[in-house]
């Protein structure tokens, strides 16, 4: 009986050991106070995630103007050091077709449909486009220049220009396309 009540006894000594004796503590992480910022926040750098959030406020900012019914927008890189346009790559939202980049400088370019009694009114429309592109420009320092278009061609152009990158054509196979549609806008 001694011998079982032994043995009982160093089975629950060991158990006990066991359960409490073996854990350790969780510790919080020590978080250093003066980390030195060594990522540069400059006007000048983007990344993909922010080009999608730059360009659908643009969009957003666009389809906030009284009379805009749609808008497709294309954010255009241009290097300083070439004075190249820089092929965009593709983001869509809900109601607008948006295409991003990263460079230096960048042009927006707009193609907006406004409201049909909108447009029998040049001086509206005018005032429509003018509204859009001081939006964009007070909403980012970034941007350089806003090119905005109400020429149907113009806006069917742009929408085809951001669906085929959409769909997994060659991003270079558009840049000619943009060039022209920059080149368009601004001979206006």
Same mark, same amino acid.
Request: some cysteine.
């Given at each position: 009986?001694?011998?079982?009540?032994?043995?009982?006894?160093?089975?629950l000594?060991?158990?006990?050991?066991?359960?409490?004796?073996?854990?350790?503590?969780?510790?919080?992480? @020590?978080?250093?106070?003066?980390?030195?910022?060594?990522?540069?926040?400059? $006007?000048?750098?983007?990344?993909?995630?922010?080009?999608?959030?730059?360009?659908?406020r643009?969009?957003?900012?666009?389809?906030?103007?009284?009379?805009?019914?749609?808008?497709?927008?294309?954010?255009?890189?241009?290097?300083?050091?070439?004075?190249?346009?820089?092929?965009?790559?593709?983001?869509?939202?809900?109601? @607008?077709? @948006?295409?991003?980049?990263?460079?230096?400088k960048?042009v @927006?370019?707009?193609?907006?449909?406004?409201? $049909?009694?909108?447009?029998?009114?040049?001086?509206?429309?005018?005032?429509?486009?003018?509204?859009?592109?001081s939006?964009?420009?007070?909403?980012?320092?970034?941007?350089?220049?806003?090119?905005?278009?109400?020429? $149907?061609?113009?806006?069917?152009?742009?929408?085809?220009?951001?669906?085929?990158?959409?769909?997994?054509?060659?991003?270079?196979?558009?840049?000619?396309?943009?060039?022209?549609?920059?080149?368009?806008?601004?001979?206006?």
């Amino acid at each position: 009986m001694k011998k079982v009540l032994v043995f009982l006894l160093c089975v629950l000594l060991c158990a006990s050991l066991l359960v409490s004796g073996c854990a350790k503590t969780a510790k919080k992480p @020590v978080v250093p106070e003066n980390i030195p910022d060594t990522q540069m926040n400059t $006007p000048q750098q983007t990344n993909d995630a922010g080009n999608r959030v730059m360009a659908n406020r643009f969009s957003n900012l666009a389809m906030g103007v009284n009379g805009v019914t749609k808008a497709t927008v294309v954010v255009s890189a241009v290097s300083e050091v070439s004075g190249k346009t820089i092929t965009p790559s593709p983001t869509t939202s809900t109601d @607008v077709t @948006v295409l991003n980049t990263m460079a230096d400088k960048l042009v @927006v370019m707009v193609g907006l449909n406004i409201d $049909p009694k909108m447009m029998q009114d040049k001086t509206k429309e005018m005032t429509i486009k003018d509204e859009v592109k001081s939006k964009i420009m007070a909403d980012n320092q970034m941007v350089n220049e806003v090119l905005v278009t109400t020429n $149907p061609d113009m806006i069917k152009k742009l929408q085809d220009v951001a669906a085929g990158i959409i769909q997994g054509k060659p991003i270079q196979s558009y840049a000619q396309d943009i060039e022209e549609l920059d080149k368009n806008i601004r001979s206006q």
